[in-house]
């Protein structure tokens, strides 16, 4: 099975619901860091990956129809090469208020909370994070708005810019089904587009209260 969906959305754009989205609508099951965290025979490969060593994304995503969400968003240039029929999901939000989400959410999660976690998994799941988003992607500057935000507008522009446009699918959060079942030719479901994983329940599920 390949990858049918690729979201090279960052995270706290949505992904948990557009992975829930994605998996109602047929295209499932979806890769997320909730994959990472829920199978931890999972994570040495993608430690491997954020040490850069060369990884078999086929094996990586053995049974996954779709992926959004970090850890696979940091390596989508890789995967739409690897998966050149593949679409492409961009979930973008305004930069102001995914900053203010990353900061109550996974922020504190690589940061303050690194190696305090309630067990070893969750540690080097953070430990990982830690090194592939805070320092790779931000330079460890993931708590400067500025820096953070034009990071985030820079990802969003080099996306749009390098693939196709009958290939790429810009998502604004909230946007529902309409936007999403039109890119991937399914009807619109009935039921309403699911809304889940707020800060809130990030915080309490990871024990965040700083």
Known sequence: M????????????GTNSLRLALQHLGFGPCHHMFEV????????????????EAVDWDAMFQGYRSQVDWPGAAYWRQLAAHYPDAKVL????DPDAWFDSVQATVG??????RGKHSNAHMNAISEMCADF??????????DDRAHATAV???HVDEVRDTLPADRLLVYETGSGWGPLCDF???????EPYPNTNSS??????QGITT
């Open 2 to 13: 390949a990858l049918e969906v690729i979201g090279a959305g960052f995270g706290r754009t």
């Open 37 to 52: 965290r829920d199978n931890p025979q999972q994570l040495p490969a993608w430690e491997a990956a954020a040490r850069g």
């Open 90 to 93: 961009l979930s973008v939000r």
């Open 108 to 113: 504190p999660f690589m940061t303050v909370m």
């Open 133 to 142: 988003i805070a320092r790779d992607i931000f330079d460890n500057r993931m």
């Open 152 to 154: 985030f507008t820079a």
């Open 184 to 190: 991937l030719d399914v009807p619109v479901p009935e």
């Open 200 to 205: 809130k329940e990030f915080r309490a599920q």
